[in-house]
C-alpha cells in the first residue's frame, strides 16, 4: 500500500517556499494516497520556542494544512507530540542510526553554526527523530522540498539497517521522495544564493502566507533584481539567480513551464513581469490567507482536528514494538 507522510514545523512565518516546496503538493497527491500530515512540534523545539509562540504556531500550520485544500476528515492532520510512538521509535533509531551518519548531516551543520558545542542533542538526533515520523507509518512517499533529500537518504539507511539488524527484511519500507514541481527551492527574494527560509532576519526576504495583497505587492517590487530586462531563454535566466527564482515562483504558482513564461515576456521590462507575477500571487495566496484567517479565528476547531487526527495516527503507530522486543503489558 502507499502512504504520504510528510511535516512541517511550527517555528513561525509559514511562507512560499513552504507552500510550493511542500504544502501544495500535499493537497495534490491527497486524491492518488492515503496521507498523514504533521505539524512537528518536536522537532521546533530542537532550536529554542517560547511555549505560547509554539502553540500559536502549531495551530497556525494545522490551519495552512486545511486552507490550502487538505480535507482533514478523508486524511489525518495531527500534531507530533500527541503521538508517543514518534519520540519511543526515535530512541530506537538513536540506536540504529550511526554517529557517522548524523555527522555527514548538513542541516545539522547549517543550523548548529559555529557554535556547535552549544548546539542542543536534540538538534543533532533530528533527522532520527524526523526517520521516526515516517517509519511509524510505514510511510512510502514523502512531500518535501529539495532541501529535505539528504534526511530522506538517512531515513533509508536507518530503515535498511533495522530491517537488517532485526531480521525483519520487508518490515520498514525504503520510503521515496516527492519532490516536485517548479519551485523545489524558493531563494530569498533579497539574495539569491540563499534558501527562502522562516528564520531570515529580514521581513522582506519572503512572502509569509499570513501577508495580505499590499505586503506581497511590496516584497514583489523590493525584491532584489539587476537592471537587465527579462530574459529570452532559460540558460540567461540561471545566470541571474535572483531573476531565476522569480521566474521558478512565477512557473509554479502558474502551472506553466519556464519556457512559456520567457516566451511571453523575453526583452520586456522587469518591472512588468513583477506586476504580473504580484498579480498571480495575491489570487492564489489571498484565498489561503483568507480561510487561515478565519479557522485561526476559531481556535477549537483547529484543536478538534488535531485531537481527532492524533487518535487515527496513534492507532495505525504502534506494531514496531513487538519487532524490538519491547513487552507490552
Ligand atoms: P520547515 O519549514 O523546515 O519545517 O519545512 C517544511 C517543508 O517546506 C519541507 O518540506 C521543506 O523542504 C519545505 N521548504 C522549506 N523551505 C523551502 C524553500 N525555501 N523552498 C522550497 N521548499 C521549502
Ligand atoms: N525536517 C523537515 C523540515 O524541516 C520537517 C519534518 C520533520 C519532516 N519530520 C518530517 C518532513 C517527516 C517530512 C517527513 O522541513
Not at 62 to 84: C, L, R, T, Y
Request: hydrophobic residues 40%; aromatic residues 8%; contains cysteine.
Amino acid at each position: 500500500m502507499n502512504r504520504i507522510f510528510s511535516g512541517v514545523q511550527p517555528t513561525g512565518n509559514l511562507h512560499l517556499g513552504n507552500y510550493l516546496g511542500a504544502i501544495r503538493n500535499f493537497v495534490r497527491l491527497q486524491h492518488d494516497y492515503e496521507c498523514i500530515y504533521c505539524v512537528v512540534d518536536q522537532h521546533a523545539i530542537t532550536m529554542w520556542q517560547e511555549p505560547a509562540e509554539l502553540r500559536r504556531a502549531t495551530r497556525e500550520v494545522a490551519a495552512a494544512f486545511i486552507a490550502a485544500g487538505v480535507d482533514a476528515k478523508k486524511q489525518i492532520v495531527f500534531n507530533q507530540s500527541a503521538v508517543p510512538a514518534h519520540s519511543q521509535l526515535a530512541w530506537i533509531f538513536n540506536c540504529v542510526a550511526r554517529m557517522g551518519w548524523l555527522n555527514r548531516m548538513t542541516q545539522f551543520k547549517e543550523k548548529a553554526g559555529k557554535d556547535r558545542e552549544n548546539a542542543s542533542a536534540g538538534l543533532y538526533v533530528y533527522p532520527n527523530l524526523m526517520a521516526a515520523d515516517i517509519l511509524a507509518y510505514k510511510a512510502t512517499h514523502v512531500p518535501v522540498g529539495e532541501d529535505q533529500k539528504q534526511h530522506l537518504e538517512l531515513t533509508r539507511d536507518i530503515a535498511q539497517k533495522f530491517n537488517n539488524d532485526f531480521s525483519v527484511p520487508d518490515f520498514f519500507p525504503l520510503t521515496e521522495p516527492l519532490i516536485l514541481g517548479e519551485a523545489t527551492r524558493v531563494m530569498s527574494l533579497r539574495d539569491g544564493s540563499k534558501k527562502m527560509s522562516k528564520s531570515d532576519p529580514s521581513d522582506y526576504s519572503r512572502i509569509n502566507l499570513t501577508d495580505d495583497a499590499d505586503a506581497i505587492a511590496l516584497k514583489i517590487r523590493k525584491a532584489k533584481t539587476d537592471p537587465l530586462p527579462m530574459p529570452a531563454t532559460e540558460a540567461e535566466a540561471e545566470t541571474r539567480p535572483e531573476v531565476d527564482n522569480l521566474l521558478g515562483i512565477y512557473a509554479a504558482l502558474s502551472d506553466r513551464q519556464r519556457s512559456d513564461i520567457l516566451a511571453e515576456f523575453a526583452g520586456r521590462e522587469f518591472s512588468a513581469f513583477k506586476k504580473a507575477l504580484t498579480d498571480l500571487a495575491v489570487e492564489k495566496l489571498g484565498p489561503i490567507n483568507a480561510d487561515m484567517k478565519r479557522l485561526l479565528a476559531d481556535p477549537g476547531y483547529v484543536d478538534q482536528v488535531l485531537k481527532d487526527g492524533a487518535t487515527r495516527a496513534r492507532a495505525i503507530a504502534d506494531e514496531v514494538y513487538d519487532i524490538v522486543g519491547f513487552l507490552r503489558p
